[in-house]
């Protein structure tokens, strides 16, 4: 497995080894979740390039960022066990050469749900990700659907600008109580783990209105982002843990009518 650092390192990996590449963007902790993405570009294409990349311009609350897991050593052996080809680790310098001056923005979706009350976290997402797009050039990309707005957004965004690349979602894998796996789950303690499992449990409960799950989510000590069902899909954000560590949960589920 290649460690690239460099876009010309990119390029040339990308130009040297022949046939289709399929790109997994992460920020490392990675998990069961992420290695299911590795799986599926492996069998869909000839090459799998994972970036690792904390992106900063995404977290709207500098504790988040600081206290985003960091399990680079294991990320590494579990990449290179599951067959990945490179692994692209790129610097805030070489993706950020402008500073962050431009932007991708998306005026509409990207203000709804996970965007209202994280200002400038898509455009953070959506930059970042096109400048990745860019630099690797992959036939596929491979996104999960537990980020479902964030996989959407990068879908139209993809159609806006007519880039080459395929998106593909892929879905959400879950721990045997139910909890979407994410790296922030790492950050829960032991207590706030037990209790998360409620979280999607109540999502799923087609017997529920979006309003009655906010309240029992409050009752059971969530501190509720927003339980919202959009086009067929019920969308939740929870916040566990206190101010020193919040954990942000987010998950989504489709509504059978
Ligand atoms: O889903 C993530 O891990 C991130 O938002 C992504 C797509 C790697 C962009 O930083």
Redesign the pocket.
């Known amino acids: 497995m290649k460690i690239l650092k460099s876009i010309a390192d990119v390029r040339t990996f990308g130009k040297v080894a022949a046939g289709s590449v399929g790109f997994v ?3 490392g902790a990675l998990h069961q979740g992420h290695l299911s993405l590795v799986e599926r570009s492996r069998n869909e294409t000839d090459l799998t390039i994972v ?1 690792i ?1 904390v ?1 900063p311009t ?1 977290f709207n609350n500098q504790n988040d960022l600081a206290n985003y897991p960091d399990t680079l050593t294991l990320d590494l052996q579990m990449l290179e066990a599951a067959g990945v080809s490179a692994v692209f680790m790129p610097t805030y310098e070489l993706l950020y050469p402008d500073n962050f001056a431009y932007e991708v923005d998306e005026k509409q979706f990207s203000r709804e749900l996970c965007g209202a009350n994280r200002p400038g976290h898509f455009t ?2 959506l930059t ?2 096109m400048k ?1 797009l860019n630099i690797v050039k992959p036939q596929k990309a491979y ?2 659907e537990k ?1 479902f707005q ?1 996989l959407s957004l ?1 879908k139209g965004m993809v159609e806006a600008f007519f880039l080459e690349t395929e998106i593909i979602g892929c879905p959400i894998i879950r721990e045997d109580d139910g909890l979407a796996m994410s ?1 922030r789950n790492l950050n829960l303690t032991s207590c706030d783990r037990g209790k998360s499992p409620l979280f999607n449990k109540l999502l799923s409960n087609a017997m529920l209105s979006d309003e009655e799950i906010q309240t029992r989510l409050d009752l059971a000590g969530f501190e509720v982002d927003y339980v919202v069902t959009k086009d067929g899909r019920r969308f939740g954000a929870v916040v566990m843990g206190d101010d020193a560590g919040p954990v942000r949960l987010i998950d989504n589920v489709e509504v059978v009518s």
Do not use: E, K
Request: charged share 5%; no cysteine; net charge negative.
């Open positions: 963007p992460t920020m970036s990349y992106n995404q953070g997402v970042v990700v990745l996104f999960g980020d964030q990068v790296s």
